[in-house]
């Protein structure tokens, strides 16, 4: 799968992407990321990026001009104008990082892991101007109910979320179905399954984890997962799965 970061930063990703799985995922050609400057398609001397908005208001705007021309570029074609638009072709997402767009969900994940494309436009400043996120990007996309400075830390996010989605990012391909935020039910075998059916699914959060030593300053590990019974180790799981979950997501 292709990443393409759009930023007005670009040396930013150089340490985010370039440890644990992403890094793996790139040098086993997984995953390919690549980022794009937006001062390089700008047309003044001064590599402006960015103006004042219409109406008055405090902060700048990033202008439609260079983000346009950089989807383009990265496309290879036209996006086209307000009297025909041309979409980016089956398999490849435009998508704005934006605080006033839709949340970002693991769900969300795992639809752009089917991808073979993502484009994200890292947005700054005050804003992007909108006719970017009504005729550019597919979609807009936001990381949680508060504002950064700009939409390169949620870029990064997303990269990071949806690079362990990808078949052989990880070492053990079970380790994305059994963890926080997955559609889980009961097996038959007394484990945990992706429900097929999304109306009968509960979104919990993972379970507790545990390791050596079996007694830490008087912390002793819960016996049920010393025992080795599997499947009262998955029932108490489960069970502590759906507490935490209470607890600290009742939203959930």
């Known amino acids: 799968m292709r990443f393409d970061l759009i930023s ?14 992403v890094r793996r995922a790139k040098e086993a050609g997984i995953a390919e990321i690549h980022v794009q400057d937006l001062r390089q398609f700008t047309k003044d001397r001064h590599r402006t990026v960015d103006d004042r908005p219409f109406g008055g208001g405090e902060g700048m705007v990033l ?35 934006s605080a006033a767009g839709r949340l970002f969900t693991q769900e969300t994940a795992r639809r752009y892991a089917k991808l073979e494309r993502l484009i994200l436009i890292c947005g700054r400043y005050e804003g992007v101007d909108e006719r970017v996120a009504e005729f550019l990007a597919s979609e807009e ?32 391909e079970a380790s994305t179905e059994n963890e926080s935020f997955s559609s889980l039910e009961p097996s038959a075998q007394g484990g945990t399954a992706a429900i097929a059916h999304p109306r009968q699914a509960k ?25 080795g019974h599997h499947a009262e180790v998955a029932k108490w799981r489960r069970q502590q799965a759906a507490e935490k979950t209470r607890r600290n997501r009742p939203d959930l």
Do not use: C, Q
């Open 141 to 172: 996309l936001s990381v949680g109910d508060y504002v950064l400075s700009g939409g390169e830390l949620p870029a990064a996010i997303v990269v990071d979320a949806v690079t362990r989605l990808l078949p052989g990012a990880l070492g053990n």
């Open 63 to 97: 202008k439609p001009e260079p983000l346009f021309e950089a989807v383009e570029n990265l496309l290879g074609h036209e996006v086209g104008d307000a009297e025909k638009r041309v979409p980016p072709e089956a398999g490849t997402t435009v998508v704005l990082m």
């Open 8 to 21: 007005i930063f670009p040396e930013f990703f150089a340490g985010p992407l370039d440890h644990g799985i």
């Open 203 to 227: 979104l919990l959060l993972d379970f507790p984890h545990y390791t050596r030593p079996a007694e830490y300053r008087g912390w002793k590990v819960p016996e049920v997962l010393i025992g």
